[in-house]
Each structure stands twice: as structure tokens, then as C-alpha cells.
């Protein structure tokens, strides 16, 4: 994934060691719904956790080290046996949580805009309708994971939810945005009400952010992103 503009916490595009990503904002800038101590603990933390150990499994593994994370994850049955599973839960840790804490800016009454609110329109009825079903995915989830707003590879608009470090297909979607409901990312603040830190969620995501990768999904589409993706996984894998 490429992001054109500087201001954007960047999604590892590069390949090993992979790097901690400072928070594109403050860590006080997401309060109330998010406190300090919870993005403090979330990131410097959880997520730190997932890119160290990351780089651990690959360091025997110099043939991998030029892999991305996207082909890390798109290529995970070609990987050698001994560390695939340890590969999906950190490779996908480390890019669930990038993407995460990129999607969010402070509370400012932010909106669906662009292309993007337009096709939430057209494949959900109404933002409500949308809110309600992406609320559902997320309070539903069983124990810990995602639930994910994803454009497929004809621009339409899907909800999924994911387990664990699970990445969806990403040769088949292009992820918008996503909320974390693993208990590590609320329960400072909200214990077990996972409901009402989803609520607060909504009024963080970065509406415009989100419209641009959705417009540089319908871009890659024009090009054929699917082709173009499994090519250059196969490319890195061999
Ligand atoms: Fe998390």
C-alpha cells in the first residue's frame, strides 16, 4: 500500500527489520474515547510486541527478509511450515495495528466523504444502516479480533470481521479502515463493555483517510490490482 501524502503513519512498506510506526497524532489526541494510557499500552506495547517478534522468526530466514508485510500475508502458505503460524499472528498483528491506529483523528465531527461516502450510500442505504452493521461485526465478534470495512475488487463496500491477527484476503480486498476489539485495546477504560467503546470509535475514524485508500483502491482496480498483487508476492516468495 502507498499513501501519497507525508502526514500518514506509513504501513511498512519497507520489508525486515520492521520498525515501531509513531502515532500520526498525540497520544492524548483520541480522549476521551481513547486515553492517554490506553494508546500508550495499546502501542507502545502490544503492537511493539507483534513487530519484535516479527523480526525474531524471520532473522533465521534471510530469504524472507525482503518480503513485505502484504506479501508476508498473501504468501503465507508458501512459507516454510515451522514459522507460518508464527508469521500469520505477528506479520498480521503488525499490520492490523498500523492500519488501526492510522484510521483514527481526534473527535471533530468528521464524516464520509468523497467517492467513499457515495458507495456507502449505494451498498449500505443510509451511513445509519452502514453504522449499524459495522456496529453488529464488531460487538459480535467471538473473544478477540477485527471487524474490518473492506472495498472488494469491484470498488463495492463489505463488512468482515476477522479472528485473532487475521488479515482478510488481501488479493481479493482492499482494507479501508478497521476497529481492534481484542480486549488489550479497551479494558483499561471500558472493562467489559466493548459496545460502548465501539460507539465512541465511530466518531474517530478519519473519514477523508479513509476515502483516499478507498480511492487508490478503485485506481489499483482500473490497473488490476489483484494480478499485479499475486505477481509480485510470487516475485518475493521465490
Ligand atoms: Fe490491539
Redesign the pocket.
Known amino acids: 500500500m502507498q499513501f501519497p501524502e507525508s502526514e500518514e503513519m506509513k504501513m511498512s512498506p519497507e520489508s525486515y527489520p520492521f520498525v515501531v510506526r509513531p502515532l500520526p497524532y498525540e497520544y492524548d489526541a483520541l480522549t476521551p474515547v481513547l486515553e492517554e494510557e490506553t494508546l500508550h499500552f ?1 502501542h507502545d506495547r ?2 511493539k510486541t507483534y513487530v519484535d517478534n516479527l523480526n525474531s522468526v524471520l532473522a533465521d530466514y534471510p530469504e524472507l527478509q525482503k518480503m513485505s508485510l502484504e506479501q508476508l500475508l498473501t504468501k503465507l502458505d508458501k512459507l516454510p511450515v515451522q514459522i507460518r503460524t508464527a508469521v500469520r499472528n505477528n506479520a498480521g498483528g503488525v499490520y492490523n ?1 498500523e492500519l488501526y491506529f492510522d484510521s483514527m483523528k481526534e473527535n471533530c465531527g468528521q464524516e464520509p466523504s468523497g467517492a467513499l461516502a457515495e458507495a456507502l450510500e449505494r451498498d449500505f442505504g443510509t451511513y445509519q444502516n452502514w453504522k449499524e452493521l459495522m456496529r453488529q461485526a464488531a460487538v459480535s465478534q467471538f473473544g478477540s479480533g477485527w471487524a474490518w470495512l473492506v472495498a472488494d475488487e469491484e470498488g463495492k463496500l463489505i463488512i468482515l470481521q476477522t479472528p485473532n491477527q487475521d488479515v482478510p484476503d488481501l488479493q481479493l480486498y482492499r482494507p479501508l479502515f478497521l476497529v ?1 476489539v ?1 480486549e ?2 479497551y479494558y483499561l477504560q471500558y472493562q467489559n463493555r466493548r459496545a460502548d467503546y465501539v460507539e465512541g470509535w465511530f466518531g474517530l475514524i478519519h473519514w477523508r483517510k479513509a476515502d483516499r485508500r478507498y480511492e487508490e483502491a478503485l485506481h489499483r482496480m482500473d490497473k488490476g490490482w489483484s494480478h499485479q498483487s499475486h505477481q509480485a508476492g510470487v516475485a518475493a516468495a521465490t
Open positions: 495499546h502490544h503492537y495495528h481492534d481484542w488489550h485495546a
